[in-house]
């Protein structure tokens, strides 16, 4: 099992462009979240997807940011127009049916994308 | 909402000594658990150890143990004999009893380990 593959690893783009993070789950889970880490904090919540449907966006930025778990393939975090500001390591992590704390494990998260806006 | 304090930016330690790292959140459910997670500098968030609020026994996981304080809404981490591999940012994590899966952190303890 890959566990929660996440990619690419490292992200360079210029202020305006669009980034696309792209995050496929351990094998068998069906519902992802993504959370974003800036310098020297925590890691605080974005959104909270199972396939095909968003469960709680309520830590989404109103607006460039937009996040979907299609039927088939990986988990897409699109920022569109990105600003300075939006330079961060963004993780993902993934369970099986919504039930991430009824196991000793928790979620599993993977290794981030760092993304840096020049 | 819920928020989670981690009053220690940095702490060390010498190998195999004990170390305590410190943690408290703010809450109004009775049901919830915490988590306490470890980064390396590799950036993979590893869960180290967790609890839920309705036990009253501490978790441990082999050298690692917490001192779950309900009333005082404290979770701290101890971790006895410590290893260089210990090395790494420590987040403490809240997460509510039902609802949406969502985990508040804490903005981490680097810890350092001395030889």
């Known amino acids: 099992n890959a566990g929660v593959m996440q990619n690419p690893r490292h992200l360079v783009r210029r202020r305006g462009q669009e980034a696309r993070l792209r995050c496929s789950p351990m094998?068998?889970?069906?519902?992802v979240y993504w959370y974003r880490q800036l310098p020297e904090e925590g890691l605080k919540f974005m959104v909270y997807?199972?396939?095909?449907?968003?469960?709680?966006e309520s830590g989404m930025p109103k607006e460039r940011f937009s996040a979907e778990f299609p039927k088939e393939g990986p988990s897409i975090l699109r920022i569109q127009q990105v600003v300075r500001g939006d330079s961060a390591a963004y993780f993902c992590a993934s369970s099986w049916l919504g039930q991430a704390f009824t196991s000793n494990y928790g979620y599993t998260f993977g290794s981030g994308t760092r993304l840096t806006v020049v | 909402a819920q928020t989670v304090t981690q009053s220690q930016p940095e702490m060390s330690v010498q190998e195999a000594e004990t170390v305590t790292l410190s943690c408290t959140y703010d809450?109004?459910?009775?049901?919830?658990?915490l988590f306490w997670y470890k980064q390396p500098p590799s950036r993979q968030m590893i869960l180290v150890i967790r609890q839920e609020a309705y036990k009253q026994q501490n978790a441990t996981e082999n050298r690692f143990s917490v001192n779950f304080q309900k009333a005082a809404k404290s979770f701290s981490l101890k971790i006895s004999d410590s290893q260089l591999g210990d090395a790494a940012m420590y987040f403490c994590?809240?997460?509510?009893?039902?609802?949406?899966?969502?985990?508040?952190f804490g903005k981490g303890t680097k810890l350092t380990v001395n030889p």
């Open positions: 997807l199972q396939k095909e449907n968003i469960i709680d």
């Open positions: 994590a809240y997460r509510a009893q039902g609802g949406s899966e969502k985990l508040v």
């Open positions: 094998k068998g889970h069906s519902h």
């Open positions: 809450t109004s459910e009775s049901d919830y658990y």
